[in-house]
Nanobody
Framework: HVQLVESGGASVQAGGSLRLSCAASGDTYCSKDMSWYRQAPGKEREFVSRINNDGTTSYADSGKGRFAISQDNAKNTVYLLMNSLKPEDTAMYSC??????????????WGQGTQVTVSS
């Protein structure tokens, strides 16, 4: 199994920056893709960004040019740097582990989330 713990969420003013972290523990030897999702009150959870096992990245249109995803394999941690934050970025941000191996390494996991609040 894998446990995911997010951190770095905070209340900031519009235009500010935050760096979210998602630290993994457990079966971290497994190959995986890592993603960030967010869910605002009254809205469905939406995709934010992804970093694949091969290091390739992708972003939702809402974050292109403002967000950057990265990973530190030695620390088993994925980061989401968010710049030029807008009030509409306010949401609970959660990371997701998608196993790319076999058997126990094929499992998917979610973290509990970290709250980001952006005021105008």
């Amino acid at each position: 199994h894998v446990q995911l713990v997010e951190s770095g969420g905070a209340s900031v003013q519009a235009g500010g920056s935050l760096r979210l972290s998602c630290a993994a523990s457990g079966d971290t030897y497994c190959s995986k893709d890592m993603s960030w999702y967010r869910q605002a009150p009254g809205k469905e959870r939406e995709f934010v960004s992804r970093i694949n096992n091969d290091g390739t990245t992708s972003y939702a249109d809402s974050g292109k040019g403002r967000f950057a995803i990265s990973q530190d394999n030695a620390k088993n941690t994925v980061y989401l740097l968010m710049n030029s934050l807008k009030p509409e970025d306010t949401a609970m941000y959660s990371c997701r582990w998608e196993g790319r191996g076999r058997w126990r390494c094929a499992e998917n996991y979610w973290g509990q989330g970290t709250q980001v609040t952006v005021s105008s």
